[in-house]
């Protein structure tokens, strides 16, 4: 089903072939990154996220909402980025009189070290919310490895009881490879659609995501991002407007 739905996106979407390229030098040195010499083992992906919440606590102040909390991202196998400080896609329901804060944490697979935590404040009204990493040597993604991350709503000022509301995921840091560098500059092929074919989820949410907010009444950004959330069975966020987040300074583990 996956597959064939990748298919009708890149039928219907050519026309972005032009449109939504990004310079082979940023293809290739994404967060930094060296193009590998060999094309990597078969990778056995990423373990399966919680990419909506399963409930609330009994205790929760969170108002019920239409839509969850919801992260945009495939949840299933294969969550994956090339970039060394990747940006997350969140949609937030709530609005500012119902939320004191959202925290984002991300840690490395074995939860042992924290890697990044940030505080996002309320914004408004609810949207599509954005996270970057920040590009500083303590928060980037190594490459070949995976990393847990948790995005935690508090709907009250009272923390002590933990969160009121909390979905969780994987992310995982592939290498460039000189053949993956060869498709992403193949000005046939957008690339997303490629992105998308090797699992790099991500990129290809991050990609069309900025390339939409940057350009809202550009339909075929608008078509695109609807097809790609459709693809992630996320086609019910596709009305929801994309906000940019205030982020608090981050801290890691020493």
């Given at each position: ?40 083992p078969t990778d056995p992906g990423t373990p399966k996220g919680t990419s909506e919440p399963a409930g609330t606590r009994p ?160 339909q075929t950004f608008k078509e695109a991002w609807e097809n790609l959330l459709q693809a992630l069975g996320r086609e019910h ?14 801290e890691a583990d020493e």
């Amino acid at each position: 089903m996956m597959k064939l739905l990748i298919h009708l996106l890149f039928a219907s979407v050519i026309a972005l072939a032009s449109m939504l390229r990004l310079p082979a030098s940023m293809s290739t040195e994404m967060g930094g990154q060296q193009v590998a010499q060999e094309t990597e083992p078969t990778d056995p992906g990423t373990p399966k996220g919680t990419s909506e919440p399963a409930g609330t606590r009994p205790e929760s102040t969170c108002p019920p909402t239409e839509t969850p909390l919801t992260a945009i991202n495939h949840g299933n196998e294969s969550d994956f980025t090339l970039a060394e400080y990747p940006i997350f896609f969140f949609y937030n329901p709530y609005s500012r009189e119902n939320l004191d804060a959202i925290e984002f944490s991300l840690y490395d697979r074995a939860e042992r070290r924290t890697i990044y935590r940030t505080e996002i404040e309320p914004r408004e009204n609810p949207g599509i919310i954005q996270l970057r990493i920040p590009e500083q040597a303590d928060y980037g993604l190594e490459v070949n490895q995976t990393y847990r991350w948790y995005l935690t709503a508090y709907c009250s000022e009272r923390r002590t009881d933990g969160p009121d509301v909390e979905i969780n995921g994987w992310i995982h840091r592939k290498p460039m490879t000189e053949q993956l560098e060869a498709e992403l500059e193949n000005p046939s092929i957008p690339q997303y659609i490629t992105y998308m074919n090797e699992g790099i989820w991500y990129d290809a949410v991050s990609l069309l995501a900025q390339s939409y907010a940057s350009n809202p009444q550009n339909q075929t950004f608008k078509e695109a991002w609807e097809n790609l959330l459709q693809a992630l069975g996320r086609e019910h966020l596709s009305q929801e407007p994309l906000i940019n987040p205030v982020v608090s300074g981050g801290e890691a583990d020493e």
